[in-house]
């Protein structure tokens, strides 16, 4: 072997070593986010996670985290409460709606769009999250709307 392929051999064995070094330990990788704020986590699963800069935040059905009942009333109210949700969770993990990147809206009847979109435009401002709804044959305790988001931390 000459001393160039010793030196490339060297090279190419020193970057596995130099890659480990700057991956952080996994425990901290992702940290929870919980508030008393928002309905608690009903499952295996948490309100929220913060990672890598990020907060990614759980779907949140219309539950009042006062009563943890189902609030009552049509597809607005529902939503307003599962946007005051997001937003405990949000304020919890140290981020807001209005750093909010992407949500995702989980509706049980696509004909409530145009009432959902009047109340989500009440939360959100320019420029809007980018964002994906899709209709769902059901969902927990008979919501109508569920929506989950993901926001950059400040």
């Known amino acids: 072997m000459n001393s160039r392929t010793a030196l490339a051999l060297g090279c190419l064995l020193a970057v596995p070593a130099l890659l480990a070094i700057s991956t952080p330990a996994p425990e901290q990788a992702k940290t929870a ?19 890598r800069g990020f907060l990614f ?29 997001l937003a405990a969770v949000l304020e919890a993990g140290g981020s807001s709606l209005d750093d909010v990147v992407k949500c995702t809206v989980i509706l049980t009847d696509m004909a409530e769009f145009a009432a959902m979109n009047k109340v989500y435009a009440e939360f959100f401002k320019a420029p809007y999250p980018a964002r994906a709804t899709f209709e769902s044959g059901a969902l927990a305790l008979g919501a109508k709307v569920e929506i989950e988001c993901l926001a950059v931390r400040r």
């Open 57 to 85: 935040c759980a779907g949140q059905i219309p539950i009042d985290p006062a009563t943890g009942k189902l609030v009552p009333g049509g597809i607005e109210d529902q939503t307003r409460q599962v946007l005051k949700n």
């Open 33 to 51: 986010v919980q508030t008393d704020k928002a309905p608690k986590a009903v499952g295996p699963y948490s309100q929220g996670i913060i990672a």
